[in-house]
């Protein structure tokens, strides 16, 4: 999601956690513990980050759903009024028709 040679906080966002989970990999991968020890702290933190990308993605599921409804809103709101600003250009149109209408044959 590049827009005119700026990332997006998802592309942000991201990319701090592709790097965040590839060092984390890479220190239990070096560190001098036992292949055991190093498998229960990769699980432990697979599902720590599994927890938080869940809960972002919640989060970001509850803005947009805000912003959905908020933008329904306004849209009804907008369409309701140019409705009647139509409605009132045809009542207009129609008076003023009826206005020359009645000139002309007067």
Not at 45 to 57: D, H, I, L, N, S
Not at 78 to 105: D, M, P, V, W
């Amino acid at each position: 999601m590049r827009h005119e040679g700026r990332y997006s906080n998802i592309d942000l966002f991201l990319s701090f956690l592709l790097g965040g989970v590839i060092g984390v990999g890479l220190a239990l991968l070096l560190a001098p513990q036992s292949g055991l020890e190093t498998r229960k702290k990769i699980k432990e933190f697979t599902g720590e980050t599994k927890e938080k990308a869940k809960k972002y993605a919640e989060g970001i599921k509850g803005k947009v759903t805000s912003t959905v409804e908020k933008g329904k809103e306004l849209f009804g709101e907008k369409k309701s009024s140019l409705s009647a600003a139509i409605e009132a250009g045809k009542e207009a149109y129609k008076k003023e028709t009826e206005r020359l209408t009645e000139e002309e044959g007067a």
